[in-house]
Antibody, heavy 124, light 107 residues
Framework: QVTLKESGPAVVKPTETLTLTCTVS??????????VTWIRQPPGKALEWLAH???????SYSPSLKNRLTISKDTSRSQVVLTMTNVDPVDTATYYC????????????????WGQGTLVTVSS | DIQMTQSPSSLPASVGDRVTITCRAS??????LNWYQQKPGKAPNLLIH???SLQSGVPSRFSGSGSGTDFTLTISSLQPEDFATYYC?????????FGQGTKVEIK
């Protein structure tokens, strides 16, 4: 049974660094083509892809946020961590981690399992 | 970046209606197009992958078609539990992108 669960602060102050952790079970982060992606959704708005880490350690970032994001994994803990620096109120959103895989060198599997999401509010 | 455009943004419908949602990509995504359903306060749920493949456990009233740049999601007979927001997403290349969503509402 595949599960993912996000954890992190509910409130972050502007200019601070946000650190979110995704703890997975039911699949391996250390072998195969599967990995984890982060997606966010501001209140009442659409889904926005942020980053993913797949296969051995292949990482990809949203171009618009690339300078602020870092994704990493700890296979011993079955965790993937996303950090976002210099947060702003526009970063207020529900942040989801989800399972994704590498289909070929440039294409990806569908996002088939999602965490429940964690609402992060950026406010002073 | 590949832009995904859904239409309509809002779709009033009644139980039993046949519903069609369109998704257009700004460049080819081959068949790497997925559809998700999202209900308020919940994570999205995968319905259709690779344009026309029904995800396991999803009712057969949902179907998808298309390739290249033009895709459709069809609900053959709308059920009460289908009132939700639907998103398309391309998995052809990074950055992965979603459509803006189509909200299927009670007419």
């Amino acid at each position: 049974q595949v599960t993912l669960k996000e954890s992190g602060p509910a409130v972050v102050k502007p200019t601070e660094t946000l650190t979110l952790t995704c703890t997975v079970s039911g699949f391996s982060l250390s072998s195969g083509r599967m990995g984890v992606t982060w997606i966010r959704q501001p209140p009442g708005k659409a889904l926005e892809w942020l980053a993913h880490i797949v296969m051995d350690d292949a990482k990809s970032y949203s171009p618009s946020l690339k300078n602020r994001l870092t994704i990493s994994k700890d296979t011993s803990r079955s965790q993937v961590v996303l950090t976002m620096t210099n947060v702003d109120p526009v970063d207020t959103a529900t942040y989801y981690c989800a399972r994704i895989g590498s289909h070929t060198i440039t294409t990806y599997t569908p996002i088939d399992f999602w965490g429940q999401g964690t609402l992060v509010t950026v406010s002073s | 970046d590949i832009q995904m455009t859904q239409s309509p943004s809002s779709l009033p419908a009644s139980v039993g209606d046949r519903v069609t949602i369109t998704c257009r990509a700004s460049q080819t995504v081959s068949i790497f197009l997925n559809w998700y359903q999202q209900k308020p306060g919940k994570a999205p749920n995968l319905l259709i992958h690779t344009a026309s493949s029904l995800q396991s456990g999803v009712p057969s009233r949902f179907s998808g078609s298309g390739s290249g740049t033009d895709f459709t999601l069809t609900i053959s007979s709308l059920q009460p539990e289908d009132f939700a927001t639907y998103y398309c997403q391309q998995s052809y290349s990074t950055p992965l992108t979603f459509g803006q969503g189509t909200k299927v509402e009670i007419k």
